[in-house]
């Protein structure tokens, strides 16, 4: 595998102002795409029309809409205008209960019948990694090491060659966004279900991030396990000078 691109991904919750001047940072630096998550507190959808406003080439991805706060209906509504030949929905289960692989290949067929956009799925399993590949146009993978990001980007490859495999990779640039990452790993450690996975892959959620002190040495060996790394910005605050310089950084990093 070729090194992929390298992107950015920030929270949904930003200032829409801020949204637009990363994008166009974004852009200008030379990344791939700007991923949004959707967070409590803000619109995935509503930063991607922000981010779209700005920009002619970037591609533009939420990573991910959470189907028990959308419906498939809702979903499309708030997607209409986005460049299609740009944009990749990215969508998840979220914190629905009870079984979740039925409604989420559903609702895969019922954006497929509304929207020509790419559509990838935030996966952490292996049943959720194998419909992202079957029903969607690749997966969204989180928290995991360059070493088990290429085994699942493999995995994936063999179902549905042309799969997209995107990982998130949590990222701080200067020192002072590390106390937010420490912070950020800690959090998701907690979580049963992230805490599960990580229990069942024997890794730490602090393996799995960039430093300022690694993210040279390291960035190479993720680029080389999936087919895009989107470096999740942690930043020290959400000003948009922060995000600024870290995408000139991570400009940096992408160009080496």
Same mark, same amino acid.
């Given at each position: 595998m070729s090194d992929a691109p390298v992107s950015i991904g920030v929270a949904g919750s930003l200032d829409p102002a801020v949204i637009a001047r990363i994008a166009?940072?974004?852009?200008?630096?030379?990344?791939?795409?700007?991923?949004?998550?959707?967070?409590?507190?803000?619109?995935?959808?509503?930063?991607?029309?922000?981010?779209?406003?700005?920009t002619d080439r970037l591609v533009l991805g939420t990573?991910?809409?959470?189907?028990?706060?959308?419906?498939?209906?809702e979903i499309v509504a708030k997607a209409a205008d986005l460049p299609v030949d740009r944009f990749i929905l990215g969508i998840g289960s979220g914190q629905a209960s009870g079984?979740?692989?039925a409604p989420l290949r559903n609702a895969v067929d019922a954006l497929r019948e509304r929207t020509s956009a790419q559509i990838v799925v935030g996966a952490l399993g292996p049943k959720m990694r194998a419909l992202a590949v079957e029903a969607a146009d690749g997966m969204l993978l989180n928290w995991l090491?360059?070493?088990?990001?290429?085994?699942?980007s493999a995995e994936a490859h063999e179902v549905a060659p042309g799969a997209h495999v995107a990982l998130y990779v949590r990222t701080a640039l200067d020192d002072d966004g590390m106390p937010r990452l420490r912070a950020e *790993? #800690?959090?998701?450690?907690?979580?049963?279900k992230y805490a !599960?996975?990580?229990?069942? @892959?024997?890794?730490?959620?602090?393996?799995?991030?960039?430093?300022?002190?690694? *993210? #040279?040495?390291?960035?190479?060996?993720?680029?080389?396990? !999936?087919?895009?790394?989107? @470096?999740?910005a942690i930043v020290a605050s959400d000003d948009a000078a922060a995000y600024e310089r870290f995408i000139e950084r991570a400009g940096e990093l992408a160009g080496r």
């Open positions: 166009a940072a974004a852009e200008a630096a030379g990344l791939y795409a700007l991923w949004v998550n959707d967070t409590p507190g803000g619109d995935a959808l509503a930063a991607v029309h922000e981010a779209a406003r700005v990573g991910v809409v959470p189907l028990d706060r959308y419906t498939p209906d079984p979740v692989l090491t360059p070493q088990l990001a290429a085994a699942q *790993a #800690e959090r998701y450690a907690r979580f049963p !599960a996975n990580f229990a069942r @892959l024997q890794i730490a959620a602090s393996d799995t991030v960039l430093t300022p002190g690694d *993210a #040279e040495d390291r960035l190479p060996g993720f680029r080389v396990a !999936a087919d895009e790394i989107v @470096l999740r």
